[in-house]
């Protein structure tokens, strides 16, 4: 099933873990349960991890793409803004963890040494993972041992100490060069910014300079950004995000396909109709029909 998140007021996006007294999120996905084979854009407190079982897809961490096969995967740093996709519209079959630090962070001594460094380090917003290079080898059998462990009845404690043992090859193997915490990249808070201010006012009438201010920047900055992480302008980004939700509407309400478009901040269903037709290939009303 395809994670599911939701923003919070002053924060990234809050996960709904597999359960809510551990910050641990596992499941095994097909990236064709996505609208358009394409995951939300998104950022979270948590470490990520992916492992591609069968298919590929392409990445997206901050704006630069990698692409992912069969039996590869990826590390992506706390806070990082990322998704995956195929443009292709290719299956791909992988393990999707998300492990917040905080699960590492028992005594404060080891948050300040070993933490720290790495979920504040901006020259590390993600690791490539293939099975060419041994401790990334090592790395990609523990994301399946998490998996594997994921259903046992002390499934947090496995979890927990694959997760140390994740970290203490990532520790050991990345690139340290500072261990005083970096500020953020200043194009990657303001990107977030704007995207923070899109999610949740979608519904609203919304135009270009009104995301420019969002972000305090003009509006030939902020049409730059845009294209710079996600190769679309802020309007495209905003009815891509819009018709994402419409598909949950879609599937779990009877509204009408009217009813939905105003919702979600279109003018008309008509438009709305159209819109999602180009960007699905079906209509709304057939997506009802095939997702229920």
Not at 13 to 36: G, H
């Amino acid at each position: 099933m395809p994670m599911t998140m939701e923003l919070t007021d002053n924060h990234p996006e809050k996960v709904q873990y597999n359960s809510p007294d551990f910050p641990i999120y596992i499941r095994r996905a097909l990236l064709s349960t996505y609208p358009n084979f394409s995951a939300g854009i998104h950022w979270h407190d948590d470490i990520e991890l992916i492992f591609i079982i069968d298919g590929e897809m392409t990445y997206n961490v901050n704006g630069i793409l990698t692409n992912l096969k069969s039996g590869e995967g990826i590390f992506v740093n706390s806070k990082q803004l990322h998704f995956g996709f195929s443009a292709d519209k290719h299956e791909c079959d992988f393990i999707c963890v998300l492990l917040h630090p905080s699960l590492l962070c028992a005594v404060a001594e080891t948050e300040r040494r070993f933490v720290l460094p790495v979920i504040r380090n901006s020259d590390v917003p993600y690791v490539r993972l293939t099975s060419d290079v041994l401790w990334q080898k090592e790395i990609l059998e523990l994301i399946r041992k998490l998996y594997s462990d994921s259903n046992t009845a002390i499934a947090p404690l496995k979890t927990q100490a694959t997760f140390f043992e994740i970290w203490s090859l990532l520790y050991e193997n990345i690139s340290l060069k500072s261990t005083t915490a970096k500020a953020e990249n200043l194009d990657l808070t303001i990107i977030k910014n704007m995207v923070r201010f899109l999610q949740q006012n979608y519904d609203k009438k919304i135009s270009l300079s009104e995301i420019a201010i969002s972000g305090s920047v003009g509006q030939s900055k902020c049409c730059k950004l845009f294209a710079q992480y996600f190769a679309m302008s802020p309007i495209q980004y905003l009815n891509q995000y819009r018709l994402n939700k419409s598909t949950c509407l879609l599937k779990e309400t009877d509204l009408s396909i009217t009813e939905i478009a105003l919702t979600i901040g279109f003018n008309g269903g008509s438009y709305y109709a159209e819109t999602f037709k180009r960007w699905l290939g079906k209509t709304p009303s057939e997506y009802r029909k095939h997702n229920r």
